[in-house]
C-alpha cells in the first residue's frame, strides 16, 4: 500500500505541475484535491518524496495566494502566500543548487505577501506581516527597508510594487517546476502507461479515438487492477482539512468523495471497461440502446440501498451490471423514481 500510495502521489504531482504551468483552473483544482488527500494519508513523508509533498503544498498556496479570506495555518493571521514562504524554505533546504532561481522565488513571495495585503488596503496587516517576515533585523535589510517605504506610503501601485509582480512570480514558479521535473522523470505510472501504449502501437491521439478492444484475459487483467486500486486506497482513512467560513476544520474523507471515484475510475478505465460488449466494441462508441432488465432495476435499487443515491460509481463497481455506465445508472434511477 505504501509503495502505491507513493506512485499515486508522484503522479498526482506530475499532473498538479502540469496544470499549474498551463493554468488549466479546473483541472488544477481537481488534482489539488488528489494531492492533498493522498498526502494527508501519509503516515510520514518518505525521505526521497519531501520535495515533492513540499512543492504540492506551495504550489496550492501560490495559487490561492490572493485570497486573504483563505487559512492554511491555525493562526488566522498566516496568509496563504505566506504560508507559501515556509514551504519554499523547507524545498530550499533540500536541494543545494539553483541558488539564484531561489533567491529570486524568495524575494518575489515576499514582496508579493505584503502586495496582497495592500491591494486589499490592509495598511496595518502589510506593516504587522513586514515584521514577521524579517525578524532578524540585519536579514535583507536594503529590501526590508523599500518595503517599510512602500508600506507608509499607502500605494498599492508603487513601482517596486509593480516591477515584483505576481505574474513575474508565477513565471518564476513556472521556470522552477521545469527544472523539478527534469530533474524527476521516474514517474512510474507514466512509465508503465507509456509503455503500454507503445506495446499496443498506439499513438496518444489514436488511443483517445479507438474503440476499446478488450478479450478475456484483458478483462480479468483489469479485474485484478480494479481490486488492487481500490484495496490500496489510503485515502479512506486520512483527514484534511476544509475551509468552513474562513475556518479549518478537520475532516473525514468518506471514499464516496465523488472526486476519488472519478480519479479512480480514470486509473482503471472503468467507463471502458465496464462498456465493453460481447463483440469487443465500447458502447461509448455505439449508439445501440440496451433494454434495462429487471434483474438489473434490482441490482440497481439494492446499491442505491447501500449506497446511497448519487453514488454511482461506485454502485457500478460493486453492482452485477453489463456493458452500463454510472451515467446511465443516474438516469435509469431517475426513471424509476418518476414510475414509483
Not at 508522484?10 to 489539488?32: P, T
Not at 498556496?61 to 487559512?71: C, E, F, P
Not at 438489473?296 to 449506497?307: R, T
Request: some cysteine.
Amino acid at each position: 500500500e505504501a509503495v502505491a500510495a507513493e506512485w499515486m502521489l508522484e503522479f498526482a504531482s506530475s499532473c498538479l505541475c502540469r496544470h499549474f504551468a498551463e493554468q488549466s483552473g479546473a483541472e488544477f483544482w481537481r488534482w489539488r484535491d488528489v494531492a492533498q488527500a493522498l498526502i494527508n494519508g501519509l503516515s510520514q513523508i518518505p525521505p526521497h518524496q519531501k520535495k515533492t509533498v513540499y512543492l504540492c503544498q506551495l504550489l496550492i498556496r501560490i495559487a490561492q495566494g490572493k485570497s486573504l479570506g483563505l487559512h492554511f495555518a491555525n493562526d488566522q493571521r498566516i496568509s496563504p502566500l505566506e504560508s507559501a514562504l515556509s514551504f519554499w524554505t523547507l524545498l530550499e533546504r533540500e536541494e543545494n543548487k539553483l541558488e539564484k532561481l531561489h533567491e529570486e522565488i524568495r524575494r518575489l513571495i515576499q514582496i508579493q505577501i505584503v502586495a496582497v495585503h495592500m491591494e486589499n488596503r490592509y495598511f496595518k496587516e502589510a506593516a504587522e506581516v513586514l515584521e514577521r517576515l524579517f525578524t532578524d533585523s540585519e536579514s535583507d535589510k536594503p529590501l526590508r527597508v523599500k518595503l517599510a517605504t512602500v508600506i507608509k506610503t499607502k500605494d498599492p501601485y508603487a513601482p517596486l510594487l509593480q516591477s515584483f509582480s505576481y505574474s513575474l512570480l508565477i513565471s518564476k514558479i513556472k521556470s522552477y517546476i521545469q527544472l523539478f521535473t527534469k530533474e524527476n522523470e521516474t514517474n512510474f505510472l507514466i512509465q508503465e502507461a507509456t509503455k503500454h501504449v507503445v506495446s499496443k502501437g498506439l499513438g496518444a491521439t489514436a488511443l483517445q479515438s479507438r474503440p476499446v478492444e478488450v478479450n478475456e484475459n484483458d478483462k480479468s487483467d483489469l479485474e485484478i487492477k480494479q481490486r488492487f486500486v481500490l484495496s490500496i486506497i489510503l485515502i479512506r482513512d486520512c483527514t484534511f482539512l476544509s475551509c468552513v467560513n474562513g475556518k479549518m476544520q478537520n475532516c473525514c474523507l468518506d471514499v464516496d468523495f465523488s472526486l476519488f471515484w472519478i480519479y479512480i475510475n480514470c486509473l482503471l478505465g472503468l467507463n471502458n471497461v465496464q462498456n465493453v460488449g460481447k463483440n469487443g466494441v465500447s458502447l461509448a462508441c455505439s449508439r445501440r440502446r440496451q433494454r434495462w432488465t429487471h434483474k438489473e432495476d434490482l441490482e440497481l435499487k439494492a446499491g442505491v440501498k447501500e449506497f446511497g443515491v448519487g453514488n454511482w460509481a461506485k454502485i457500478l463497481v460493486h453492482g452485477n451490471f453489463t456493458n452500463r455506465t454510472s451515467v446511465m445508472l443516474k438516469d435509469r434511477w431517475r426513471t424509476l423514481t418518476k414510475i414509483k
